[in-house]
């Protein structure tokens, strides 16, 4: 089946220690994007690529950093991950038009 | 402005009663709405979407949703609640730029 999927499903990292978490997709969507989720909160973006063309949102903060190497793949980097951080990060596709969003399952971020 | 208001934080329902979750919108052209499943520790899942024709909206899982344009609303329902879908209920407004406008979310829980 054609989907999103997100690895790992769960990455612990130490404080400040740089981390990658890594979103592919198989429905050949070229927009991807990266949202932020904390607890009993609905999904932040942070950024979205339309093609190659990266897109940040305004508040989205230097420590986050994403990358697009092909159509299938986009990572999110984590430059000195703080005790704020922890989250749940989830990735999502699109394709052409005024079409849902189709989000993977996450990958929940604990920073010890 | 864009922006969607789900106004029940918690809603507790008894297993086989109906349910409707509310959902409000602001928006100044002809909306995109979605209504998204979140269960504990996983991704979202796509209920149902309306971009526009007939205003009662068939999802998956026994869902369904009716606009009212004159109302703002975009409010989920469903006759019959089964214990598995104690989960959060997320209604999305689909932005100008194919991003989403969530609200802040509804949790459901069921009772035996």
């Known amino acids: 089946d054609a989907m999103v999927i997100q690895n790992p499903r769960y990455q612990v990292t130490q404080f400040g220690k740089p981390v990658t978490l890594s979103c592919s997709q198989t429905?050949?969507?070229?927009?991807m994007y990266w949202y932020q989720q904390k607890s009993s909160q609905a999904p932040k973006l942070l950024f979205h690529y339309y093609d190659k063309d990266f897109n940040n949102e305004a508040d989205t903060p230097d420590n986050f950093q994403s990358r697009r190497p092909n159509t299938s793949f986009c990572f999110l980097d984590i430059r000195s991950p703080g005790l704020g951080d922890a989250a749940m990060y989830l990735c999502?596709?699109?394709?052409?038009?005024?079409?849902?969003?189709?989000f993977g399952d996450g990958t929940r971020l604990s920073i010890l | 402005a864009q922006s969607v208001t789900q106004p029940d934080i918690h809603i507790t329902v008894s297993e086989g009663a109906s349910l409707e979750l509310r959902c409000n919108y602001s928006y100044g052209a002809t909306p995109y709405l979605f209504w998204y499943v979140q269960s504990p520790g996983q991704g979202l899942q796509l209920l149902l979407k309306?971009?526009?024709?007939?205003?009662l909206v068939q999802g998956i899982k026994g869902f369904e949703a009716e606009f009212k344009r004159s109302q703002s609303s975009f409010n989920l329902r469903k006759p019959s609640v089964h214990w598995s879908d104690a989960a959060e209920y997320f209604c999305a407004l689909g932005g100008s730029q194919g991003n989403l406008i969530f609200g802040k979310g509804t949790k459901l829980s069921v009772k035996p």
């Open positions: 999502a596709t699109r394709g052409q038009g005024r079409q849902p969003q189709h």
């Open positions: 429905l050949n969507h070229n927009v």
């Open positions: 309306y971009f526009s024709g007939d205003t």
